[in-house]
């Protein structure tokens, strides 16, 4: 494995070993005020590092199904299992970002606190962690202050403090501009290719063509499909999904 | 008249006792707003309300109960702290806690909506969590206790009662301000009240400066 100057990753062990999964999601459901969110919802990451691309309409469940997986939430039924050697934490890019009332600096900081990075090695941590987001010209800025765009290359630097295995990211570019979208692009195959396992929601149809390496589809709770992301765009199996990329699925 | 010194004496008094009430105060009534915006346990609606009812708390009650405990057949007469200074603290404590709690229940409360999830996400402990709400709420909480401070320094009732007004020993702004006034020695009176006046416009000035600061902070 490439030796990271960006990012401060660690060597992994998991990504030699080809078969299993990483995360086994199996009968989830969810249920409120009688409407059931999630139903029945089945898919395997693979412990291969990549990128799992999860598409559906608004209201999907999209957003759900990532707080269930990065624990904040419990399901009403089914169970989520982590393959036994998985390490390092979960990431996780809220659709809205949420930052302290703080200083880019001092939110970064308190992230590597949290995590608890060695103090003396959170400064060159900082510092790699600005230049991958691309926030060094605004350290010292108020964090609530900062651009739709740049609040969420915060909240994405701040994910990936402590070397997490899996990165769950909604939306992550929904305010991003073209160049800033691509550059986010970058760093995030970047991060799969040093070993990370990546599930990121999108309703960027480009987006997930360019960086998908399988893809879910996500509607009304259900999950219709788990494809390689060429079989997807190719001919989807489902014709919710086909409709959904054609700009003509009722929800 | 009174000479210049006795009115420093005055001034003096008030300000130790009322700023080392909400001192107290702050430090019962920070932990307990938090505990009640945080953590769920059986009472805690009942606390809740309860707090907000005694925010409204009468001086003059809160006084007069102290009284009842601190006379000398009352059940903590032994301590001998009727008309004492430390009798006027435990008074403006009582008065000021609820004000504290309370303000500090809404800001943790908010907060803790706002930064619960995303600190659950970074796998925060228990004590992060409340180090870096406390961080978050700091400018809020001050406002909260110069508040504090405001109703402590305004308040007469309580402290007549169970301080007594007594000259060089229990004799605050407040209830200096009265007993000129009712001998008629309106000059004292009205240099005391606009002693007292300024204060007040100190603190909210204070207030002011601090809640523009964190709304430019928070920019949210
Ligand atoms: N705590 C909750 N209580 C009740 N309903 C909820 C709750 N959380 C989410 N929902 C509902 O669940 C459905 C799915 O929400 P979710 O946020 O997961 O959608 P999404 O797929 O992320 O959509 P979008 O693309 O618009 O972000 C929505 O109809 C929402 O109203
Ligand atoms: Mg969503």
Redesign the pocket.
């Given at each position: 494995m490439p030796e990271s100057n960006i990012l401060p990753l660690k060597p992994k062990g998991r990504q030699e070993a080809g078969a299993g999964f990483l995360i086994s999601v199996d009968a989830l459901g969810y249920r409120?005020?009688g409407?059931s969110?999630l139903d029945a919802v089945s898919f395997e990451l693979s412990r291969d590092p990549g990128i799992t691309v999860l598409l559906?309409?608004?209201?999907?469940?999209?957003?759900?199904?990532l707080r269930l997986i990065g624990g904040l939430i419990r399901p009403d039924s089914g169970t989520i299992r982590f393959s036994p050697d998985f390490r390092g934490p979960i990431g996780m890019v809220f659709?809205k970002p949420v930052l302290l009332r703080r200083s880019v600096r001092a939110n970064l900081l308190h992230a590597l606190a949290i995590a608890r990075i060695p103090r003396r090695e959170r400064t060159g941590m900082l510092a790699r962690l600005l230049v991958a987001a691309d926030l060094t010209h605004c350290a010292e800025s108020p964090a609530r202050a900062l651009s739709g765009g740049e609040q969420q290359r915060l909240a994405m630097a701040r994910a990936l403090v402590g070397d997490p295995g899996l990165l769950l990211l909604?939306?992550p570019t929904a305010s991003l501009d073209p160049a800033a979208t691509a550059a986010f692009e970058a760093l995030v195959c970047k991060v799969a290719g040093e070993g990370a396992r990546i599930l990121l929601?999108t309703?960027d149809l480009h987006q997930a063509r360019r960086i998908a390496d399988d893809v879910l589809f996500?509607h009304k709770g259900r999950i219709f499909e788990h494809t390689p992301a060429t079989t997807f765009f190719r001919a989807p199996a489902s014709g919710e999904a086909d409709a959904y990329c054609k700009g003509t699925l009722l929800t | 008249m009174l000479p210049g010194s006795q009115l420093m004496e005055i001034v003096a008094l008030s300000l130790k006792v009322s700023v080392t009430a909400v001192l107290l105060a702050a430090l019962i009534g920070i932990p307990l707003g938090a505990l009640l915006a945080i953590r769920r346990f059986p009472g805690r609606t009942t606390l809740t309300v309860l707090v907000n009812a005694l925010m409204g708390l009468p001086p003059v009650v809160v006084g007069l109960g102290l009284y009842l405990l601190l006379s000398r057949s009352g059940p903590l007469g032994v301590l001998q702290l009727l008309y004492t200074p430390t009798a006027m603290i435990i008074a403006q404590t009582i008065l000021v806690t609820p004000v504290i709690a309370s303000f500090s229940q809404q800001i943790f409360s908010d907060l803790h909506h706002e930064y619960d999830e995303m600190l659950r996400a970074m796998r925060a402990s228990r004590w992060q969590t409340v180090l870096t709400l406390i961080h978050e709420a700091r400018h809020a909480l001050i406002t909260a206790i110069l508040a504090g401070l405001g109703r402590a320094l305004s308040e007469i009732g309580a402290v007549m009662i169970v301080g007594g007004n007594i000259n060089h020993a229990t004799r605050v702004m407040t209830t200096a301000i009265a007993l000129e006034t009712s001998k008629g020695n309106l000059r004292l009176a009205v240099s005391l009240g606009l002693i007292l006046l300024a204060l007040s416009f100190a603190i909210n000035l204070a207030l002011h400066f601090l809640r523009s600061r964190l709304e430019r902070a928070a920019h949210a």
């Open positions: 409120r005020g409407r969110l559906g309409p608004n209201g999907a469940g999209k957003s759900l199904l659709q909604d939306e929601v309703h996500l | -």
